[in-house]
Nanobody, 119 residues
Framework: QVQLVESGGGLVQAGGSLKLSCAAS????????MGWFRQAPGKEREFVAA????????YYADSVKGRFTISRDNAENTVYLQMNSLKPEDTAVYYC????????????WGQGTQVTVSS
């Protein structure tokens, strides 16, 4: 079982930056791939970024590539999402998720943190 708690959301002006954190419970965090997703009002949840268990591989949605960076600290059981050059269309609730070894889907989800980008 893994519990995930996001933090770091807030209100920022367009062009600004925010860094989201996702703290995970459990001693097996380092074996999980981690992802960030977001859901804007009236829209479906969408993939933002993912990172493998060691941090050696990262993946991004085209809409955030070059602006967002996902990273992890396995010693701290935490995954991060650094968001730069934010745009109003980045406004959404951001969720982190954990994918267990051998799983084809994300098994655990956090409660989400709101990010609002004003124009």
């Amino acid at each position: 079982q893994v519990q995930l708690v996001e933090s770091g959301g807030g209100l920022v002006q367009a062009g600004g930056s925010l860094k989201l954190s996702c703290a995970a419970s459990g001693r097996t965090f380092s074996s999980y791939a981690m992802g960030w997703f977001r859901q804007a009002p009236g829209k479906e949840r969408e993939f933002v970024a993912a990172i493998n268990w060691s941090g050696s591989s990262t993946y991004y949605a085209d809409s955030v590539k070059g602006r967002f960076t996902i990273s992890r600290d396995n010693a701290e059981n935490t995954v991060y999402l650094q968001m730069n050059s934010l745009k109003p269309e980045d406004t959404a609730v951001y969720y982190c998720a954990a994918q267990g070894p051998g799983s084809y889907e994300y098994d655990y989800w956090g409660q989400g943190t709101q990010v609002t980008v004003s124009s």
